[in-house]
């Protein structure tokens, strides 16, 4: 992968897009909480996707890095909205300590070129499709949330 050569984009996003060309699958969800483990190297997603059995979403079972484009709904301006709402919510457990994971995508992430290590200390717990019943990933997972109404949510939890 060469996020820099040519008219391809410097970033990529972690929680991309399966269906995008140039998808690759960065990694696999995987035990009780569903937390990504990284493959070593990208696997083109055209290459897999035919393998998930009929009726399972890919995103269920993959995580996949596509392209971070200008038109993306996350995007406010340059700067990636998604890893800012994530990270505005307290981390569960350990996730947001220790050592970061290895990852094939790190020198082309979006996410680790906007906010560094605490992006990718957040990035397995990252779900790309959300229970319904899950307000709170709900909200962040939604481009028109504000930091500002994350905040107050938690604050009304409490
Ligand atoms: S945030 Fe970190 S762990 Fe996640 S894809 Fe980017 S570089 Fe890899």
Same mark, same amino acid.
């Given at each position: 992968m060469d996020g820099s050569a040519g008219r391809q984009p410097l970033n990529w996003c972690p929680s991309g897009d399966a269906s995008r060309p140039e998808s690759v699958v960065l990694g696999v969800r995987s035990g009780d909480q569903g937390e990504v483990v990284y493959l070593a190297d990208p696997v083109p997603a055209a290459e897999v996707? @035919?393998?998930? &059995? $009929? @009726?399972?979403? &890919?995103h269920r079972v993959l995580r996949f890095a596509s392209h971070c484009v %200008?038109?993306?709904?996350?995007?406010v301006g340059e700067a990636c909205g998604l890893i800012e709402r994530i990270r505005t919510v307290p981390a569960k457990? $350990?996730? @947001? %300590?220790g050592a970061v994971p290895r990852c094939h995508l790190r020198p082309h992430c979006k996410w680790w070129n906007q906010v560094g290590v605490e992006g990718c200390h957040r990035c397995?717990?990252?779900?790309t499709l959300n229970p319904h019943d899950d307000e709170l990933n709900v909200l962040v997972a939604d481009? $028109?949330?504000t930091l500002e109404q994350l905040e107050s949510w938690m604050a009304a939890a409490q």
């Open positions: 996707l @035919g393998s998930v &059995p $009929e @009726g399972i979403a &890919p %200008s038109d993306c709904a996350n995007r457990s $350990e996730a @947001g %300590s397995p717990a990252v779900v481009p $028109e949330t």
